[in-house]
């Protein structure tokens, strides 16, 4: 037991560590490239910080144990919209692209409703993870083309570009902070899930619930890290675009190479009626938060976090059978119809304050 505590000290300080560098290292290949940090922090950083989900998920697929693979995924993308981005915005209000709200979160919500009809018979189908697989290729490609093209447009053109082409040395040292800052997320975050998945197997949990909690919180620690540092040092496109990103790659990339892997992954009944569910609705909430003057105060934060706190304690209500269950499903069918209507008005008088043209 002390080396358990040990291992996840000692992650905890490399999840920091490596934080630290992997933005330091994208920032400065995005101003030396004239890539915007938005695409950096949508494909860079986000497919970085989430190689613990798809080391994970493609283990998990292999070793039989599908409710942990899946339940790490979904349970990731819930983490990352309410936990991440609401404790991001607690500490430092987040200023978000508009490119970000008519493409990126789009897709998010697009690629959490495929994912729920490729799942509804009950499993991802080995072709159904290529398909996944492919849409993950086609969207990454895109995003670098159009970032290089804003780039060059906003340097002035592919001539000022060449003429101004950073120093190899420079590049070398960016590209190795980024190398060095992901081998420390990825170790540190494998240290503090085998530890905390003992700890809750110990006590009996279901593996979708270890999956949906422990694992997806243990595996999502870098996002966690590298948006709260990005979003403290300023670079808040790499914040936020991080974790719609990091959302995206789940389903696509971790998901599809799961499925096409490991000859298929089951959906459990419980993922399919609740969990992606929810996944959608946070990727559904993304829009009229990040649309409310572009900012996600720390008011919208703070309701990420709360409802993030209620997800997570029905999942312990219903795994542990507990009696105050039922009491607490009648609060949230109060609550969430009521979040929702404050949402759409938010959303109503932002609209009108834009209008139709700067939309």
Not at 126 to 140: C, V
Request: charged share 10%; with cysteine.
């Amino acid at each position: 037991m002390p080396w358990t505590w040990i291992l996840l000290a000692v992650g905890l300080a490399l999840l920091l560590v490596g934080a630290e560098l992997l933005v330091r290292g994208a920032s400065q290949l995005a101003a030396r490239f004239s890539v915007p940090p938005l695409v950096i922090g949508l494909t860079v950083v986000a497919y970085g910080t989430s190689a613990p989900e798809l080391a994970v998920s493609l283990q998990a697929a292999a070793a039989g144990q599908p409710d942990i693979a899946v339940g790490n995924v979904l349970g990731s993308n819930v983490f990352n919209v309410l936990f991440i981005l609401g404790l991001t915005a607690l500490l430092v209000p987040l200023r978000v692209s508009m490119n970000l709200v008519r493409l990126d979160v789009p897709i998010m919500i697009g690629v959490s409703f495929l994912l729920a009809v490729v799942a509804w018979d009950g499993s991802i189908a080995p072709a159904e993870g290529a398909l996944l697989l492919a849409a993950g290729i086609g969207y990454t490609v895109f995003l670098v083309v159009e970032g290089r093209r804003e780039g060059q447009l906003a340097a002035g053109g592919s001539q000022a570009s060449e003429v101004s082409a950073p120093p190899a040395r420079s590049v070398a040292l960016s590209i190795l902070l980024v190398a060095a800052g992901l081998a420390m997320l990825v170790l540190g975050s494998r240290w503090l899930v085998e530890g905390a998945v003992a700890l809750a197997r110990a006590l009996g949990v279901g593996e979708l619930v270890i999956g949906l909690t422990v694992v997806a919180a243990g595996t999502s620690l870098p996002e966690v890290a590298t948006s709260v540092v990005a979003g403290l040092r300023g670079e808040r496109d790499i914040a936020v675009g991080n974790v719609v990103g990091s959302n995206i790659f789940n389903i696509l990339w971790v998901l599809g190479a799961s499925a096409a892997a490991g000859g298929g992954v089951a959906v459990s009944a419980q993922a399919r009626t609740l969990d992606i569910p929810v996944v959608i609705a946070v990727a559904v909430a993304c829009l009229p938060i990040f649309f409310t003057g572009f900012v996600i105060s720390r008011a919208e934060g703070a309701l990420f976090f709360a409802y993030y706190l209620a997800y997570t304690a029905y999942l312990v209500l219903a795994a542990t059978g507990s009696a105050a269950l039922p009491t607490f499903r009648g609060v949230m069918q109060i609550a969430v119809p009521l979040t929702v209507i404050a949402l759409l008005g938010f959303l109503a008088r932002a609209s009108r304050r834009q209008g139709p043209g700067n939309v």
